[in-house]
């Protein structure tokens, strides 16, 4: 009958028991949510374009839902980067050198913020203040120091390789530049080109631009890596003269 309320179990069933989350068909909303929805919207359009507003509407609810999770978009950013970081395996294998110790994590944090469009421009503007990012930076350090390095000289190493690194992952294997690079018969275009230049005004482009622009970026890591661990590995040397390498023209400060 219309108006008769319903009594008993069922009544008790509708007001007090909380609803199956296989019934209601929606997911709880959980800082992990929240954080994969952002790193999915800064991986496809850039971390400029990230606001509690649209994330929201991605996941379906309103904007002060979010705010249980994370307090800002400033701490959303900085929970980004700490889950993309802790991506890289920071443990160290003792039965190598330090060279390819640094070597492989330089490697795999290139890895890491690759899989992750986006991320190396947010890391270049945020400091290094979570867990997973002071993890990386002790990974780093810690060979540096073992091999020797005194403290200011192993921070300086350290912020060589790893600038190098993330300024590398900065250039993103999917940006126009790159593809164009991968694509043969566009490749082949820009090599007749700069073959094409005139040898009076730029005779060292005109032999060598093939190899400057060519399909390598893995071998274009890993020859510029190398060169600062060799650089690095000599300022280590025995009877090296270290007094002026690393800082010149800076000093500490």
Not at 38 to 50: D, N, P
Request: hydrophobic letters at 45%; charged letters at 25%; glycine letters at 10%.
């Amino acid at each position: 009958m219309v108006g008769q309320q319903a009594g008993g179990a069922d009544s008790r069933s509708l007001w007090f028991n909380p609803l199956d989350e296989s019934e209601s068909g929606r997911r709880p909303l959980t800082r992990e949510r929240v954080v994969a929805e952002a790193l999915a919207v800064i991986s496809a359009e850039g971390a400029q374009t990230l606001s509690m507003r649209a994330i929201a509407a991605r996941l379906g609810v309103v904007p002060g839902a979010l705010y249980r999770h994370v307090r800002s978009k400033e701490q959303l950013y900085d929970l980004v980067l700490d889950a993309v970081l802790a991506e890289v395996g920071c443990q160290p294998d003792p039965g190598v050198p330090w060279a390819a110790q640094v070597g492989a994590l330089a490697r795999r944090l290139r890895a890491v913020l690759e899989d992750h469009p986006g991320v190396a421009a947010l890391l270049k503007a945020r400091d290094p203040v979570s867990p997973a990012s002071l993890t990386v930076a002790e990974a780093f350090l810690e060979p540096f120091s073992a091999a020797g390095l005194p403290g200011h000289r192993a921070a300086l190493a350290f912020r060589l390789v790893y600038d190098y690194t993330v300024g590398f992952a900065l250039g993103d294997p999917t940006s126009p530049a790159e593809q164009r690079l991968r694509d043969t018969a566009t490749r082949r275009e820009l090599h007749a080109f700069l073959r094409s230049l005139p040898a009076d005004r730029f005779p060292a482009v005109a032999a060598y631009g093939k190899h400057a622009w060519a399909n390598d970026r893995d071998q274009r890591f890993n020859s510029g890596l190398g060169t600062l661990l060799r650089g690095l590995q000599a300022e280590l040397a025995p009877g090296h003269d270290a007094s002026g390498d690393l800082t010149d023209g800076a000093g500490e400060r």
